[in-house]
């Protein structure tokens, strides 16, 4: 039976394969041929392995490792420090290519997300050509490889995305999936952590299929309702809908990063792109109408690729351009020891406050306000660079620079994170 019959949903689960070291190896090609491991901090080399690549992999490095660990198990290991940025910049792109088939995604992390694309089998095919359209269009535009899995429900698609790795799509519909799954762990099921596996393993439930056939009384009485939502899941009875990406998604910060063309080496030439990059973040806390921020955040990259930075709570929150970068620079200037030239900077704020409408502003943030939003308006009508701060007329090319881009990093408080 095709899974998208009348009445049954098509859903899918798209993650990408090692997506920080796969966004790493796109940005430094050379990186390619070589094992390579993203820690989240080496700078004081206590950072853990976020991600690695299929060499890595060999090597026996896993997800967790300490530095040193990863550095013992491969001496020859490639290591960066996760620049969040990047990724999240990439994601984003990527969410809009799923964005074409459907308005019913929901994001689980940064890399992965379920779709529900059952009205749109009509016009696309089967769920199975759907997965391939989408596969085929990342790897086509972004050189990335996604494992999909595709079923009527979310916890099945999970389970086949997880199945096939990298680059594979994995059907599990209601003819295949006894033969299919019910020989697997049951700790392979989502939701099912190390200590549901554990008391599960105490009552002889080692399996899917275990699970699936388990008396439901028993599992009532050993595991409280809990035990019957997993029986339910095991046998792909999970009606959860798939989120609809408006009013789901909680954007949790917004930012912006820029590399500058050459090495920065003193606080004059870092302004201009912390202006650049206020007026960017600025400008879209107005469109996206998220209120007010509370956290500002700056980061520097110096030339050896070191992330460096700091983020503050302010009592008082902001919203335009002029005081975010004032704290910007504040905050620049206290963490920034110069011992290296600058090759990037980031500026993102968070921690939002909603509007409570103008009553919330002093007289003074009015007029800021109106005067950046006319601006905005200015450059809405003729393009971002018909109006610049003088800052950033002293040097040519920063003026060239494109802030219209950047990044939201949206709230994915839900994410499990065994893997
Ligand atoms: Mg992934």
Redesign the pocket.
């Given at each position: 039976m095709r899974i998208e019959e009348k009445g049954v949903r098509t859903v899918l689960h798209s993650?990408?394969?090692?997506?920080y070291a796969s966004v790493e190896t796109l940005r430094h090609p050379e990186f390619r041929d070589k094992p390579l491991a993203v820690f989240g901090s080496i700078e004081d080399r206590h950072g853990i392995v976020l991600?690695k690549n299929g060499l890595a992999k060999a090597c026996g490095i896993r997800t967790g490792d300490v530095y040193w660990q990863a550095k013992k198990k491969c001496p020859d290991l490639t290591e960066v420090q996760a620049d969040f940025s990047a990724y999240y910049a990439v994601s984003e792109q990527i969410f809009a290519v799923y964005e074409r088939y459907t308005d019913k995604i929901e994001p689980f992390?940064i890399?992965?997300c379920w779709l529900d694309v059952s009205d749109c089998v009509k016009y696309f095919g089967s769920g199975r050509e759907i997965a391939e359209r989408i596969s085929a269009e990342i790897k086509r535009k972004f050189s990335l490889t996604?494992?999909i899995g595709v079923s009527w429900n979310k916890i099945f698609a999970k389970l086949g995305s997880d199945l096939k790795?990298p680059d594979a799509i994995t059907e599990i519909t209601q003819d295949n999936y006894k033969t299919l799954i019910w020989k697997l762990p049951a700790e392979n099921l989502l939701f099912v952590g190390k200590a549901t596996k554990e008391k599960l393993n105490k009552y002889n439930i080692f399996t899917i299929g275990d699970l699936a056939v388990a008396d439901e009384n028993f599992l009532c009485e050993k595991l409280g309702k809990w035990g019957v939502y997993l029986r339910r899941y095991a046998n792909g009875k999970d009606d959860a809908p798939v989120a609809q990406k408006s009013g789901e998604k909680i954007v949790k910060s917004v930012g912006n990063s820029l590399t500058s063309y050459r090495d920065l080496v003193n606080f004059d030439e870092v302004k201009p792109l912390l202006v650049l990059l206020c007026e960017s973040v600025a400008s879209r806390l107005r469109q996206g109408g998220y209120g007010k921020a509370h956290t500002v955040k700056v980061t520097a990259t110096d030339n050896l690729l070191l992330t460096h930075g700091k983020q503050d709570r302010f009592p008082v929150p902001v919203r335009n351009a002029k005081e975010i970068c004032e704290r910007a620079c504040a905050l620049f200037s206290s963490f920034y020891d110069w011992s290296a030239p600058v090759r990037a900077v980031g500026v993102s704020v968070s921690d939002f406050t909603k509007d409570g409408g103008l009553f919330d502003y002093s007289p003074q943030e009015i007029k800021n306000e109106k005067l950046e939003e006319a601006v905005d308006k200015l450059k809405e009508k003729y393009g971002s660079k018909c109006l610049q701060r003088a800052e950033i007329l002293k040097d040519k090319r920063f003026f060239d620079m494109d802030v219209t881009g950047g990044h939201l990093v949206f709230s994915d408080d839900n994410k499990d994170n065994r893997?």
């Open positions: 993650d990408l394969n090692n997506f991600a992390g890399d992965e996604v494992s790795k893997s």
